[in-house]
Structure formats: C-alpha cells, structure tokens
C-alpha cells in the first residue's frame, strides 16, 4: 500500500516538474543579484550608506573631545573624605571596564600625605588594589570621627569683629557643608536651628548683629537657620553693592547736595572734616569721602545712623563738623523739607513727629541760641 502511495506522488506535476528545485535556484540567484547590486551601490556613494553601527561610534568620539575630567586627590582630612570616597568610587573603583591594576596605579597617584603612606609598601598587582581600597576605608571610614570633625568646624567659626561680606559668606558656606556632610552620615540636624542661630547670631558685628534684631522686630517666635541665612546672603548683597557703586565726594554725581553758587558756604563748613593728602578724611571709617557717601554709615539702620552723628559731635541738618545751632547751609531734607539730613529721614514717622524728634534731638546743642532768639522775639 505505501509503495503504491509513493508512486501517486511521483507522478503529481509538484514533483515530477521539480518545482521546489527551480524555486531554489531562482531564490538564490536572485538573493546573489540583491547582493551584488548593493555592493555596488555602496561603493559609489558610501557617504549616504552609514550604518547604524557607526552612529554609536560617532558619539562615543564626539565626547572624547570634551575636557578630561580630573582625579581627586586625598591626603587623610577626614573633612575630604566622603567627596573623595564617592567620586574615586564611582569614577574608578566601580568601573568595570579598568583592571585592578589600572585602579592600583590611580588610587596611588590620588593619594599624598598621611593616606598615601598606608598603601605606599602595597606594590601595584592585580591583587592589592582591594587592599588598599580596605585599608583607606577601614582607616577614614569612622563614624564618629567623621561627626566630630563636622561639629569641629561649626564650633570653631570665629567672630567676625568688622563688616565684612567675605567673612559673612565664608560662615554660612561652613555652615552649610557641615550640615550636608552631617547628614550624608545619617546625622539629623533638622531639629538645630535654634541652636545654631542663637551661635551664630553672636559672631556677627555689632552693626550686624543689631540689624538681625532689628529685623525680628516684635516677633516672638524663634527664626529658623534659613531666615539667618537669608538675612545674611542679602545683608551681604547690600554692602557689596554699596562697595561697587558709592565713590568718594570728588565725583560729583555722588553728592546729594546740589552745587550753586548759593551753596558754597554750606559746603565749604561740610568740608571742615578731618583731611589727609588724598582730600577729606571720613569721621566714621576714616576713608577718602565724606559721611553721607560712607557704606558703613548708610548700611546702619536709622537710629544707629542717628547715634553715630551724636557720637561724632556733627551737625544733623548737613552731616558738618559743627553745631546745628551754626549750621550755615539752608538746605533741608529732601524727602520732608524739616531740618534735617535726608539719610536721617524716618518713613514710618509722619511729619509733624519728625521735626519733633529732630529739635528733641538738638535742643541741648541749641538751647543758648534758642533762648537769645526768643528774647529778640519778645
């Protein structure tokens, strides 16, 4: 029965015609054609036939050409070594695509001082680099010797005796590196704010120091370190912005009184300050540039401004060397026209208040030639 099944087959055209044959000769021929062709296509214009291949290629080279990216380097401060840890790590350590002896050689030329001597007898092998990976870690990686060095720093800041917006900036720049280093170590400073504002706040000047107070004004609430902080960064701001923008009296678009010929008597009795031979000499900061120019004057809140004028004997109607009661000049504020300087002028006052708090403040100064104009009166 199957030899007779077998000879149907035979005679089926399908077979006996070779039809799977032929298609393969015609596949292959065809397939060797394609090839061909493309060869040739490729040959011709090769600049419109880039791989995908050679796109990653491409890339990779594009950023070869960027800057190299420089080693850390690590000499035993405990302070330096979490940075260090994490990007020797990262960059060498954790790279699979260097040899451990690769890693040996670089973790040796990152090294100096106090770290480098502990790998220094360690010779560069394949094998020894996970040693001296060991040893740093087990020598640097303490806890508590890491913590203590933060809150070293933080308790170390020194005062800061004059106005200075480096010194200001240096403090909350530590400030925020320890606190970030304290909490990489899974130390939680969110509860120290009252603590470090109360230190902090006392390091600042005086000036300082009292302008922070003045800025708490009747809140009974304890400040946080990010209100301190951005009390500082804008104090900061302000003086070097004073710094860069206010010039001595000789450039006369600074002066803020206006020159005439009906105000050359003022302004010769306001040069009556101390002069050295650069010209006027500041009551206050002893620079070339009077008082109403002075940074360390205008950055003062209002009655520390009023405080420094009395302490310095001048006149507070023209910032002069004398006494209001001679005061030469006819100018006035220029904000309410009371006698008084315009960087003494008070806002929050009305006017009335104003001129009430300058005679107060003058009346003693005032007071002979106060009492002769009343009987001239009479």
């Given at each position: 029965?199957?030899?007779?099944?077998?000879?149907?087959?035979?005679?089926?055209?399908?077979?006996?015609?070779?039809?799977?044959?032929?298609?393969?000769?015609?596949?292959?021929?065809?397939?060797?054609?394609?090839?061909?062709?493309?060869?040739?296509?490729?040959?011709?214009?090769?600049?419109?036939?880039?791989?995908?291949?050679?796109?990653?290629?491409?890339?990779?080279?594009?950023?070869r050409n960027?800057?190299?990216?420089?080693?850390?380097?690590?000499?035993?401060?405990?302070?330096?070594?979490?940075?260090?840890?994490?990007?020797?790590?990262?960059?060498?350590?954790?790279?699979?695509?260097?040899?451990?002896?690769?890693?040996m050689h670089?973790?040796?030329?990152?090294?100096?001082?106090?770290?480098?001597?502990?790998?220094?007898?360690?010779?560069?092998?394949?094998?020894?680099?996970?040693?001296?990976?060991?040893?740093?870690?087990?020598?640097?990686?303490?806890?508590?010797?890491?913590?203590?060095?933060?809150?070293?720093?933080?308790?170390?800041?020194?005062?800061?005796?004059?106005?200075?917006?480096?010194?200001?900036?240096?403090?909350?720049?530590?400030?925020?590196?320890?606190?970030?280093?304290?909490?990489?170590?899974?130390?939680?400073?969110?509860?120290?704010?009252?603590?470090?504002?109360?230190?902090?706040?006392?390091?600042?000047?005086?000036?300082?120091?009292?302008?922070?107070?003045?800025?708490?004004?009747?809140?009974?609430?304890?400040?946080?370190?990010?209100?301190?902080?951005?009390?500082?960064?804008?104090?900061?701001?302000?003086?070097?912005?004073?710094?860069?923008?206010?010039?001595p009296v000789?450039?006369?678009?600074?002066?803020?009184?206006?020159?005439?010929?009906?105000?050359?008597?003022?302004?010769?009795?306001?040069?009556?300050?101390?002069?050295?031979?650069?010209?006027?000499?500041?009551?206050?900061?002893?620079?070339?540039?009077?008082?109403?120019?002075?940074?360390?004057?205008?950055?003062?809140?209002?009655?520390?401004?009023?405080?420094?004028?009395?302490?310095?004997?001048?006149?507070?109607?023209?910032?002069?060397?004398?006494?209001?009661?001679?005061?030469?000049?006819?100018?006035?504020?220029?904000?309410?026209?009371?006698?008084?300087?315009?960087?003494?002028?008070?806002?929050?006052?009305?006017?009335?208040?104003?001129?009430?708090?300058?005679?107060?403040?003058?009346?003693?100064?005032?007071?002979?030639?106060?009492?002769?104009?009343?009987?001239?009166?009479?």
């Open positions: 029965m199957c030899q007779a099944h077998s000879e149907v087959i035979e005679e089926e055209s399908y077979i006996k015609h070779r039809i799977y044959e032929r298609c393969q000769e015609f596949y292959v021929h065809a397939k060797a054609v394609l090839l061909e062709q493309r060869e040739t296509i490729e040959t011709s214009n090769p600049s419109s036939c880039l791989s995908d291949a050679l796109v990653p290629e491409i890339r990779v080279s594009s950023r960027l800057p190299k990216i420089s080693l850390p380097a690590f000499s035993g401060d405990y302070h330096a070594w979490r940075s260090f840890h994490d990007l020797f790590a990262s960059m060498v350590g954790e790279n699979d695509d260097l040899t451990n002896v690769e890693k670089y973790l040796k030329t990152c090294l100096k001082g106090d770290a480098a001597r502990l790998v220094i007898n360690l010779k560069v092998t394949e094998n020894t680099f996970s040693i001296a990976w060991k040893n740093l870690v087990s020598r640097y990686e303490n806890k508590r010797v890491l913590i203590s060095a933060q809150l070293d720093r933080l308790l170390s800041l020194k005062p800061i005796k004059s106005k200075s917006a480096q010194e200001l900036n240096t403090m909350i720049a530590t400030v925020t590196e320890s606190l970030g280093a304290l909490e990489a170590l899974n130390c939680l400073t969110s509860a120290w704010d009252p603590l470090l504002v109360h230190q902090l706040s006392r390091l600042l000047d005086e000036d300082t120091r009292e302008a922070w107070e003045v800025k708490l004004g009747p809140s009974t609430s304890y400040p946080t370190l990010k209100e301190f902080e951005e009390f500082v960064i804008g104090h900061t701001r302000a003086w070097e912005s004073l710094g860069s923008s206010i010039k000789k450039d006369k678009g600074r002066s803020s009184w206006p020159t005439n010929k009906s105000d050359t008597k003022s302004r010769s009795m306001i040069a009556t300050a101390p002069t050295t031979k650069g010209g006027v000499e500041c009551r206050l900061c002893k620079s070339a540039h009077y008082l109403f120019n002075c940074p360390t004057y205008l950055s003062q809140p209002l009655e520390r401004r009023k405080r420094t004028v009395l302490k310095l004997n001048l006149c507070f109607n023209c910032l002069g060397s004398h006494a209001a009661n001679r005061c030469p000049s006819s100018r006035r504020c220029r904000k309410c026209s009371y006698k008084h300087h315009t960087t003494l002028h008070d806002d929050r006052k009305s006017h009335l208040k104003s001129v009430n708090k300058t005679d107060s403040d003058t009346s003693t100064i005032n007071a002979p030639s106060s009492s002769a104009s009343n009987s001239e009166q009479k």
